[in-house]
C-alpha cells in the first residue's frame, strides 16, 4: 500500500528515477529527491493530505549523489509509519549504535527519530574512540621520532622533537567535532527526526522527551531501541576532581601532561592512555586488580603486549592491587593512592604520583530512562536482552516492541558492536529473523603497535573444545618473517589463530603488530561468513603487504579436511 | 652434536654431581636446540667409555638472546616419562625477549624435569635430564634429586645472576662519583622513586635507598639515579617536555666550549653544561671584578626590631613593606653622616653626593638588579612605598630606566627573608657602602641590671671603602641608624 503512494507522486516526474542511480545528475533531481524523502519519511504522506505543495514546497539542500541513491533504497519500501504511530522506530540515544541502527531504519523504510539528551556522536565520537585516535595519532608519530635507534636504522636524523600540548588537544577536539557534525548530517540528510531532550520510556509503545525545564513531548512507535550507552565507571573510595584525579572524559581534553600519572585499570582504555602519555613524557604506574595486566586478552598476546608495550617503557605496575582510596592532589600534597591486596584487602602500598587516570570500565547509562514503566529492572545497570536484543522484563518475559543495543546491554561494550547490534535489531522489526554473531565481531586496541582480536582467546576455545568434545589448535606467525614489517623495521609482532582442525573453522584470531587493527577483519569477515581455513587459504594476498601474516597464519595452520567444503562432510563409520 | 660445547661424564656411579660444575661457557652458545651430551658423543662414547652404556643427557638453559642471562620455564610441553624424537618440542622458555620453544636433537625419554615451569634458572642450568633408553630414567631420577639438592640456586625463582648487565645502556663514564650522602631521610620516610628511576636503578644496580630524591615532593627522579651513577643527563633531545622554545642558537653549547670561558686551564668535569650569561648577568660579573679594586671593610651592628615589627604591623595595610622601611632608615641615618653617602671617584677625593639614592638589591628570575628609590631621606613612607611597587614592576617587566637602577649612592641588601643571620655584601662600583641585612629573631639579652629578656634582634653588616669611610666613620651611622629603628617614630614623619 505505501509503496504505491510513492509511486503516484515520482512517476510524473520520472518514472525511472527510483531504478536510475544517476538520478542525482539529471535537472531534477534535487526535486524529486526532496519528494520521494517527504514519502519515505513525513507522516503526511500516510494520510496523502497536502502532498504535493509540501513536496515542491522544499527543495532538499543536500546535494550528494550517494544521498540520493540511499534515499532512493529507503524510497523502495516506502517507509511510512504504521498507522496510529508517530514513528516505526523511535531510538533513544544517538551514538554510534542509535546511529547505525537509524540509518539501516531508514534504507528499510522505516519513519524513524532519534532521541538525542546529550550530544550527537555519543561517547565513541566526543569522548571516546574518535579523540583518542587522534592522540594516539600524535603519540605514535612522537614515538616514532624520538626512537633514536630506529630512526637510525633507517638512516634518518630529526633533532629534538617537541610537541605542542595546547595544539594536540586541539586536534582532538577538532577531529571529534568534525565527526559529530558528519554523523549529524548523515542522520539529517536522509531525514532522520532528531528529537532534543532526555527520553524516558512511559509505555511500551510510548515514549516521552523533553529539555529540563521544558514541557515534555510524547511520541508514539511501533518499536523502541534503547542506546544510551555508558558512562566511565568510578569504583568507590576514588574521589574524582578532574583535575588530578580524572576519568577518559577529561584525559581525552589533555589539558596537562602529568610528569607521572597511575593508571587505574590495564584494560584497552589504560592500554590506549599509556601509550599516549608515555609518549608525551610522562612516566606510568598501572594499578590492575587482577594478577595479569591486560585481563581479557589472550594471555599470549598480553605476555608479548608486556615486553612490546609495557616493559621498555617507562612504566611500571602493581597487580593483585584495588585502589581502595584515592585523593586528588590539594594542600600541597600529591595524588594519594592506597592499595590493598585485591583478595586479603590487607593495604599494601600508598602511592604518590601527579595525577591520576581512573580506566575501571564503563558502567550503563540508563537512569531515567523509565524501565520501571515497563516492568523491567537492570542488572548492575545493564538492560537485560535476549539474542535479538529485545528487552526481558523483571519476570523473564520479553517486553515487546523494546529493544535495548549497545553498551547499554553490555553484550560487547564496543561502539561498533553497538552498531552492529543496531542493524540486527533494525532487520529483526522488518521482519528478517536476525541474530548478531558476537563472535565475528573484532576489537581492536590502538597501541604502537596494535593490537587486534576475533572470536574466542585460547583459554576460552581450550574450555569450549573440553566440553564440546572437539580438538583445537594453534597456529602462529610472527611479523619478523613480514616483508612489508622489515621494510617499516617494525618486525615485533605475532599473529594467532585458534581453530578446530577437524572442520577447518576459525575460533579465534589475536594479532599484535603493526596495524593489527585493520588486519583482523579478514580473520572476523571469515569468521562472520563461516569461511574456512581450508578455502581462505587459497584467498591471494598483494605482496609486499602486513596482510600475508595472515595469509602465513592461515597456511601454517593444519587443518585435516580436503579443501572442498564438500569433503568436510563429517564421514558416518 | 654441533650445539654441545661441554660434555661431561656421568655415566657410571661416581661423579653424578658433577653437573653443577660443567659449565664452560654456556653464554656463547646461540643455537636453540639444546641437549647437552652428559656421558660424551655418540662417536666418542664408544671410544672413551666403551664398557658404560648409560646415556643421560641434560637439557639446560638455553640463551635465546644476547642479553639473556637467565630464563623462566613457561611450561614443559611433554612431562617426565615421555618419549621424545629429535625436533620435537620440549619446553617453552621465556627470556628477556620472547618465549620460545625449545626442542632437542635426540631420541629419547624425559626422565626428570629439574626446573619446573615457572621457576627460572640462569642460562646453562640444567633444566631436566633426557635418558635414552627406559633403563636408565632411574638413574636420571636419582641424579636429578641429588642435583636439586646439591644445587638449589637454578631452582630458586631470582638466581644470583651473573653481573652481567645486558648491553643496551653506553657504558657510564668512569669515575662515577658516586652519590650518596646517606639518606637525609629521618625516620622511616617512604621511598617514592617513578617508574623509571627505579628501572633505571635496577639496570645500573644503584640502591635506590641510597638516593636523596630532588623531584616534587622529594621523590627520585631519573635525573636522581642518572646524577648518582654519573652518568650525563641526556640532552634534551629526548626530553619531550613541553618544549615551548625550541632551544634556538648555535648547536648547544656542550662541554667543549670551554675554549671561551675564562676558566680554560681547569679540565672540563663530566657532565658539566655551559650556558653563557645573559646581558643582565655580564653586567653584574664586570661589576664584580670591578669592585676587587677597592678596599673594603666590614662592620656589623646588631639591632633590636621589635619596635621596628610594631610599626611595620601597624603600616602594611597601608602598603609598607619592611624593604621601604629599612631604606628610609638607612637614608635618615645618611642624612646625619653624608660621609657614608659620599663615594670615591678617581681615589684622590671625596665625592659627597647631593640627594640620598637608596638602591635596594633584588633578585629576578636569573639575575640581580637594584632598583632606586631616589631621595629616601626627603619623601615619606608612603610615597616611597608607591615608588617601590611601581620599581619591582618595572623590574620584572625588564623595563627599568637606566637612572632607576644606577643612580644609587647607598644599597641596601636584605637577604633576612630567606633566614639568612648575617651576610656580607660586596660594594658595587661608585658607592660608597652597602648594607646587607640578616634576618630578625627573638635573643635572649642581659640588660645593666642583669634581667633577661627576649628581644627580636637583626643583624646589619655595612662594607664600605675604605679609602674614603673609616671605622669611626661606620659605627656612627650603625649607630644612628639602630637608633632610628628602636624608636622608629621619626620613619613615619
Keep these: 500500500m505505501p509503496a504505491s503512494v510513492s509511486l503516484s507522486l515520482s512517476l510524473p516526474l520520472s518514472p525511472t528515477a527510483r531504478s536510475d542511480p544517476s538520478v542525482a545528475a539529471s535537472p531534477f533531481g534535487a526535486f524529486r529527491r526532496s519528494g520521494l524523502r517527504f514519502c519515505g519519511l513525513r507522516r503526511e504522506v500516510l494520510s496523502l493530505r497536502s502532498l504535493n505543495s509540501e513536496a515542491s514546497g522544499r527543495i532538499s539542500p543536500y546535494p550528494a549523489r550517494g544521498l540520493s541513491n540511499k534515499v532512493l533504497a529507503a524510497a523502495k519500501s516506502n517507509g511510512s509509519p504504521t498507522k496510529g504511530f508517530d514513528y516505526d522506530l523511535v531510538i533513544i540515544g544517538a551514538g554510534v549504535g542509535g546511529h547505525g541502527a537509524a540509518l539501516h531504519a531508514v534504507e528499510k523504510g522505516l519513519k524513524t527519530a532519534i532521541i538525542e539528551g546529550d550530544i550527537v556522536g555519543g561517547t565513541c565520537v566526543n569522548r571516546g574512540c574518535v579523540p583518542s585516535k587522534a592522540l594516539l595519532a600524535v603519540s605514535g608519530r612522537m614515538r616514532e621520532l624520538q626512537d633514536e635507534h630506529h630512526l637510525k636504522a633507517l638512516g634518518l636524523q630529526v633533532a629534538s622533537p617537541g610537541y605542542d600540548r595546547q595544539s594536540v588537544a586541539d586536534h582532538a577536539n577538532n577531529l571529534a567535532s568534525k565527526i559529530r557534525s558528519n554523523l549529524t548530517n548523515s542522520m539529517k540528510a536522509l531525514g532522520v527526526d532528531i528529537l532534543t531532550g532526555v527520553g524516558t520510556i512511559v509505555g511500551t509503545q510510548r515514549v516521552k522527551y523533553g529539555k529540563v525545564g521544558f514541557p515534555d513531548t510524547e511520541v508514539t512507535a511501533r518499536n523502541i531501541i534503547i542506546a544510551t550507552g555508558s558512562v566511565p565507571f568510578v569504583p568507590n573510595g576514588i574521589e574524582v576532581d578532574g583535575k588530578t584525579v580524572f576519568t577518559s572524559d577529561h584525559a581525552l581534553k589533555l589539558e596537562w601532561v602529568p610528569d607521572w600519572i597511575a593508571i587505574v585499570g590495564s584494560g584497552y582504555i589504560g592500554l590506549e592512555f599509556s601509550d599516549v602519555y608515555t609518549a608525551l613524557g610522562s612516566e606510568v604506574t598501572f594499578v590492575e586488580a587482577l594478577d595479569q595486566l591486560m585481563p581479557g586478552f589472550d594471555p599470549e598476546i598480553a605476555k608479548l603486549a608486556q615486553r612490546i608495550l609495557i616493559n621498555p617503557r617507562k612504566i611500571d605496575h602493581h597487580t593483585g592491587v584495588f585502589a581502595k582510596k584515592i585523593t586528588p592532589a590539594k594542600d600541597r600534597k600529591p595524588v594519594l593512592i592506597e592499595l590493598i591486596d585485591a583478595k586479603t584487602k590487607e593495604p599494601k602500598d600508598t602511592l604518590e604520583v601527579d595525577a591520576a587516570l581512573i580506566a575501571t570500565g564503563r558502567a550503563p547509562f540508563t537512569k531515567g530512562l523509565g524501565l520501571e514503566n515497563i516492568n523491567v529492572t537492570t542488572v548492575r545497570g545493564f538492560v537485560p536482552v535476549d539474542e535479538h536484543m529485545q528487552v526481558m522484563d523483571a519476570d523473564g518475559n520479553l517486553v515487546p516492541h523494546i529493544y535495548c543495543i549497545g553498551d547499554a546491554n553490555g553484550k560487547l561494550m564496543l561502539a561498533h558492536a553497538a552498531s552492529a547490534q543496531g542493524i540486527s535489531v533494525v532487520e529483526q522489526i522488518s521482519g528478517n529473523n536476525n541474530v548478531l554473531n558476537h563472535l565475528s565481531i573484532p576489537a581492536a586496541c590502538f597501541t604502537h603497535p596494535e593490537i587486534s582480536m576475533v572470536g574466542l582467546t585460547e583459554p576460552q576455545a581450550r574450555e569450549k573444545s573440553e566440553k564440546d568434545g572437539f580438538e583445537i589448535r594453534v597456529a602462529k606467525t610472527s611479523f619478523k618473517a613480514n616483508t612489508k614489517a622489515l621494510a617499516e623495521n617494525e618486525g615485533e609482532g605475532l599473529a594467532k589463530l585458534i581453530y578446530r582442525p577437524d572442520t577447518g573453522e576459525i575460533l579465534g584470531v589475536h594479532i599484535l603488530g603493526l596495524h593489527a587493527a585493520d588486519l583482523i577483519h579478514e580473520a572476523s569477515n571469515a569468521i562472520a561468513l563461516g569461511t574456512r581455513i581450508q578455502d581462505i587459504r587459497f584467498a591471494v594476498h598483494a605482496h609486499p603487504t602486513l596482510s600475508e601474516v595472515l595469509d602465513e597464519l592461515f597456511k601454517s595452520a593444519k587443518v585435516n579436511v580436503g579443501t572442498s567444503p564438500s569433503v568436510s562432510e563429517p564421514v558416518a563409520v | ?493
Design chain 2, 1 to 493: 652434536m654441533a650445539a654441545s660445547p661441554s660434555t661431561t661424564s656421568v655415566a657410571g656411579a661416581g661423579p653424578l654431581l658433577s653437573f653443577s660444575s660443567s659449565l664452560s661457557s654456556p653464554s656463547r652458545r646461540v643455537l636453540l636446540p639444546l641437549v647437552r651430551r652428559s656421558s660424551g658423543g655418540a662417536g666418542r662414547r664408544a671410544a672413551r667409555i666403551p664398557a658404560i652404556s648409560a646415556k643421560i643427557r641434560e637439557i639446560f638453559m638455553p640463551a635465546l638472546s644476547s642479553t639473556m642471562t637467565e630464563g623462566k620455564i613457561v611450561s614443559w610441553v611433554k612431562s617426565e616419562g615421555d618419549r621424545l624424537s629429535k625436533g620435537e618440542s620440549v619446553v617453552v622458555v621465556e627470556s628477556d625477549k620472547a618465549d620460545m620453544d625449545v626442542e632437542t636433537f635426540y631420541d629419547g625419554i624425559l626422565a626428570a624435569i629439574v626446573v619446573p615451569a615457572g621457576e627460572s634458572a640462569p642460562v646453562g642450568a640444567p633444566i631436566g635430564l633426557l635418558a635414552e633408553t627406559e633403563d636408565e630414567v632411574p638413574l636420571a631420577k636419582a641424579q636429578a634429586q641429588s642435583q636439586s639438592q646439591s644445587q638449589p640456586a637454578p631452582v630458586t625463582q631470582s638466581p644470583p645472576s651473573p653481573p652481567s648487565v645486558a648491553a643496551p645502556s653506553p657504558p657510564p663514564p668512569p669515575p662515577a662519583p658516586v652519590a650518596t650522602p646517606v639518606a637525609v631521610s629521618e625516620g622511616p620516610r617512604k621511598i617514592v622513586a617513578t617508574p623509571f628511576a627505579k628501572k633505571l636503578a635496577k639496570q645500573h644496580k644503584v640502591d635506590i635507598g641510597t638516593v636523596v630524591g630532588t623531584g616534587p615532593y622529594g621523590r627520585i627522579t631519573p635525573s636522581d639515579i642518572e646524577a648518582a651513577v654519573g652518568i650525563q643527563p641526556k640532552v634534551p633531545v629526548s626530553s619531550p617536555s613541553p618544549a615551548v622554545t625550541p632551544v634556538p642558537q648555535s648547536p648547544a653549547p656542550s662541554a667543549d666550549t670551554s675554549a671561551k670561558a675564562p676558566a680554560a686551564a681547569l679540565p672540563p668535569i663530566p657532565g658539566s653544561t655551559v650556558v653563557p650569561f645573559t646581558t643582565m648577568q655580564a653586567a653584574v660579573s664586570k661589576n664584580m671584578v670591578e669592585s676587587l679594586s677597592v678596599p673594603t671593610f666590614r662592620v656589623g651592628y646588631p639591632v633590636t626590631t621589635n619596635a621596628l615589627d610594631a610599626l611595620y604591623e601597624k603600616v602594611k595595610p597601608k602598603g609598607v613593606t619592611m624593604t621601604v622601611l629599612l631604606a628610609k632608615a638607612a637614608a635618615m641615618a645618611l642624612a646625619k653622616h653624608p660621609v657614608v653617602n659620599a663615594s670615591c671617584k678617581d681615589g684622590k677625593s671625596f665625592t659627597y653626593n647631593e640627594s640620598i639614592n637608596i638602591a635596594v638589591a633584588v633578585a629576578i628570575d636569573g639575575g640581580l638588579i637594584t632598583p632606586v628609590l631616589q631621595d629616601a631621606d626627603k619623601l615619606d613612607i608612603y610615597l616611597l612605598s608607591q615608588r617601590w611597587k611601581d620599581l619591582l614592576k618595572k623590574s620584572r617587566a625588564k623595563q627599568l630606566q637606566p637612572n632607576e637602577y644606577s643612580s644609587g649612592t647607598f644599597t641596601v641588601s636584605n637577604l633576612g627573608m630567606f633566614g639568612v643571620d648575617r651576610f656580607d655584601a660586596i660594594l658595587p662600583p661608585g658607592q660608597g657602602a652597602i648594607m646587607a641585612v640578616g634576618a630578625s629573631k627573638p635573643t635572649v639579652v642581659a640588660d645593666a641590671d642583669g634581667f633577661f629578656s627576649v628581644k627580636s634582634k637583626m643583624l646589619v653588616n655595612v662594607t664600605a671603602d675604605h679609602r674614603i669611610i673609616y671605622g669611626a666613620d661606620l659605627a656612627a651611622f650603625l649607630q644612628t641608624f639602630a637608633k632610628i629603628v628602636e624608636d622608629p617614630e621619626s620613619l613615619t614623619l
